[in-house]
């Protein structure tokens, strides 16, 4: 096979796309472009270790297989244009890259609030020099936090801070519980109580209104009135798509790119879109094109999407989502699609003040199953998973 | 080949498990055992375990 392969975006899906291209037989070029300066690296940490300051830098680097030892690395490069019907993509500095397979894997960044107030000391969390910047103003004597959001990055980022010693955290979200839109109530009510117990304060059922303080951040004002005294303010209020530079060739790009059940972008046989940004039919559960934000889906997407882009017509992708999250001193561990099953949920063992395994069931069957707890209760979900991958699919 | 687990890293995700049962297990207290020096016929599976380690504790050699 000759020709060239182009990898638009350089973090974990793009290296597993290249990787997965080489193992799927691919010989010829792949060139890989990413805007950030890095070698691609693990993001997870950052709202954890590498905010907590126990892991440097070279510990989240990817160690990439021996077979991508001669693909071409343009990092620092953004794409800023695409004519897909030409096969080719146009970068920052001026060049164009012409293609006969082309990976989107250009991924998400942060949504921002939008209300009024200064921008200085509000932060994300995405890259590593957010979670640098973070760490050092969480690290100042006394200083007070408010994170704007209660899902997963929200939540592990109050429980990093209260491990940092910072004495005031306070989540705020709109929502009743944390987490509630992916989990439902009963792990949303168990979760609270542990943040509490471990020193976390909510501020739930309740929005941003404005930011208080002329160069800097001072307070956040709710919609109820509240006012919360802030040093340090964290945005976790979910991301976009980085799918601009595709814009103009008539795809669907309202949430991510949209694909088929192959993972094909717009129809075309020379496109295709892995991780975080692409928008795909899970053959598992309900053909509804959904992106999948879960740290597996790079892997899992990779995998099928480079045999396609090498001409195999492999079955319809059908993905079992898997999501960990630490917290304190706590793991939750997903396999599944629990927001599938919400309206139904059962524990099937232990006790959600304790350690417990809950699952999730869509028309009387089992869609997810979520540990929360030490390492038996992971294990106890790991046990389930077998059950799940096995079940046919479930049509809406 | 050589498989090497920085078992400081190891935090008992389980991931490589799933991947290749026949190089990684884990014992009835949850935590990894893996055999060092399996055949190559299984390097595929292993560069997958390797792959889903969420830690990325595993390791290739030779
Ligand atoms: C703080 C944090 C904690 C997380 N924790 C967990 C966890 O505990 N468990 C879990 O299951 N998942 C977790 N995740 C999710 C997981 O990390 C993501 O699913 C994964 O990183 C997605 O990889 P990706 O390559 O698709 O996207 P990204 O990692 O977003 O990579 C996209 C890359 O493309 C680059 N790019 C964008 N636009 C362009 C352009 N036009 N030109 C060139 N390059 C471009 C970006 O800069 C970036 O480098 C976490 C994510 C974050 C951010």
């Known amino acids: 096979m000759t020709g060239r392969m182009v990898v638009a975006g350089a973090s974990m899906a793009g290296l597993r796309a290249a990787e997965q291209l080489r193992s799927a037989g691919w010989t010829g070029a792949i060139t890989l472009v990413g805007d950030e300066p890095h070698m691609p690296y693990n993001r997870p940490p950052l709202s954890k270790e590498v905010l907590a300051g126990k892991a440097p830098f070279e510990s989240l680097a990817f160690r990439p297989r021996a077979s991508v030892a001669d693909v071409e690395w343009r990092l620092g490069t953004k794409v800023v244009a695409s004519r897909l019907a030409e096969r080719a993509v146009v970068l920052d500095d001026g060049s164009e890259l012409s293609y006969d397979g082309l990976v989107v894997a250009t991924g998400m960044r942060p949504r921002r609030l939008g209300c009024p107030g200064p921008l200085a000391g509000r932060h994300t969390v995405r890259t590593l020099a957010d979670a640098q910047g973070l760490r050092e103003e969480l690290t100042r004597p006394g200083v007070r936090v408010v994170v704007v959001g209660a899902g997963f990055i929200g939540c592990e980022v109050a429980a990093t801070a209260v491990g940092l010693g910072v004495a005031e955290v306070t989540v705020v979200d709109p929502l009743p519980l944390p987490m509630v839109g992916p989990l439902g109530e009963l792990l949303g009510r168990a979760l609270l109580r542990r943040h509490e117990e471990r020193g976390v304060r909510f501020a739930l059922g309740t929005g941003v209104a404005r930011f208080e303080g002329e160069d800097r951040v001072t307070g956040v004002v709710l919609g109820d009135g509240t006012v919360l005294p802030a040093d340090v303010v964290v945005e976790s209020v979910g991301s976009l798509a980085n799918t601009e530079w595709l814009d103009g060739n008539g795809l669907d790009l309202t949430d991510g790119v949209l694909t088929d059940g192959r993972l094909r972008v717009g129809g075309r046989p020379d496109v295709v879109a892995v991780g975080d940004v692409a928008r795909f039919p899970n053959a598992r559960y309900d053909g509804v094109p959904r992106r999948v934000e879960h740290w597996s889906i790079p892997t899992d997407t990779a995998k099928h999407a480079a045999k396609v882009l090498t001409g195999a017509e492999p079955a319809p992708f059908a993905p079992l989502p898997t999501f960990w999250s630490d917290q304190h001193d706590f793991r939750l561990q997903s396999f599944g699609a629990p927001a599938l099953g919400r309206d139904d949920v059962r524990v099937l063992d232990g006790d959600p003040a304790a350690d417990v395994l809950v699952g999730y069931h869509h028309a009387g069957r089992l869609v997810g199953v979520v540990a929360l707890g030490g390492p038996a209760a992971v294990s106890a979900a790991a046990r389930y998973r077998a059950e799940l991958l096995q079940q046919p699919a479930l049509t809406a | ?62």
Do not use: T, W
Not at chain 2, 36 to 55: F, G, I, R
């Open chain 2, 1 to 62: 080949m050589k498989v090497v687990v920085d078992m400081n890293k190891c935090q008992d995700h389980g991931q490589c498990v799933f991947a290749a049962p026949d190089v990684f297990q884990l014992d009835e207290n949850g935590r990894l055992a893996y055999v060092d020096d399996p055949d190559d016929a299984l390097l595929d599976e292993v560069e997958e375990a390797a792959d889903v380690c969420p830690l990325q504790a595993i390791r290739i050699e030779g």
